[in-house]
């Protein structure tokens, strides 16, 4: 409970929530179905993808830009709507009477609206048809396979408070379509593959899984004497680790590691620049729509990239402790001797 108070500190006191910040703000269409656009892909080219959009897609669109209309501390930075999904980024200009939770709810009111407007509408369609005779094509398409409200109970709401989080975040709401096209695609990379059998140990997968088939593989495991080292002032054991990991990469190695330390992700930057191959062990495990981000999703989209987990449930906010940093890095070692 501590820690999750301690979250927060950067808030001023009696504020939480209604004071001046910017919030990245996630509404899913319930069961996922893409009542709101369908991804166009010109040329099978994902940097051209887009959402076209459908009438309900439109409408919630406006729903969300006329939000500072009642709510004038409030500015829209940036939005993306996805067939299945809304992404929002939102600035608190100064404090407001209401939370920022209370503006994400009214919105959602609005959407659950339009969603009744929209089913009624569905229904009077269905209804002709049957008038008419022409049940054939309208017969699956209830009041129940479209139902309100439109997106599920509980928005996701991020504050963003660290330094480059909005840039990044701006990013990856732009990216969505890109990034939807992609995994389309390329859905060998993007589907999540388990029961991947290494070395009798069972792994879920994302990525290229030919990087397994590789016969030279490596560790990258940052030793805490040579951090230690460093901070007294003698860094070169560090420098010379770090030097020679990446070179053995550019000489054919692939890297394996979990990439804790600030030291091995400075290294997993360098191979991804590269495009070098890398096999990343994580502890999260993968969700239903699991979404690798930033460098790592290019990565896997060019197949110089496989994400294994050992662990079978999906938990995206799961702290790694100092046990699972030994059990990754040890997983590390033992893929690395491994001979496929």
Known sequence: MKEEKDKWHWQEPNSAWRGVGIYHITLVVTSRESLLGTLVIPADDPAQAFVERTKLGNNLVEELLHVPTFYPEVK????????????????????????????????????????????SSLQAELNSAVTDGETDNCSTHTTATYPYPIFTEM?????????????????????????????????????????????????????????????????????????????????????????????????????????????????QMVLLKENRPIIYIINTGFGDYFKPSDGLFDAVAAGHLLILSPMSSYDSKKRITREECVMLNNLAEEIADTNI
């Open 76 to 119: 829209i930075v940036q939005f993306c709507l996805m067939p299945d999904h809304l992404h929002a980024i939102i600035y608190v200009t100064r404090q407001m009477q209401k939370s920022i939770r209370m503006v994400v709810r009214s919105f959602w009111q609005g959407a659950k609206k339009l969603g009744r407007a929209y089913t």
């Open 155 to 267: 928005p996701f709401i991020r504050p963003l408070s660290r330094r480059g989080q909005l840039q990044a975040m701006i990013r990856y709401v732009q990216m969505n379509p890109q990034r939807l096209a992609t995994k389309r695609l390329k859905p060998k990379f993007f589907r999540v593959q388990h029961n991947v059998e290494v070395s009798g140990r069972v792994y879920d997968a994302v990525g290229n899984i030919a990087i397994l088939m590789e016969a030279r593989r490596e560790p990258v495991h940052v030793r805490r004497a040579m951090v230690d080292a460093a901070r007294c002032g003698d860094d070169k054991n560090l420098r010379d680790y770090m030097n020679d990991r990446v070179i053995a990469a550019r000489n054919g190695a692939v890297m394996v590691s979990p990439f804790i330390s600030p030291s091995e992700k400075e290294i």
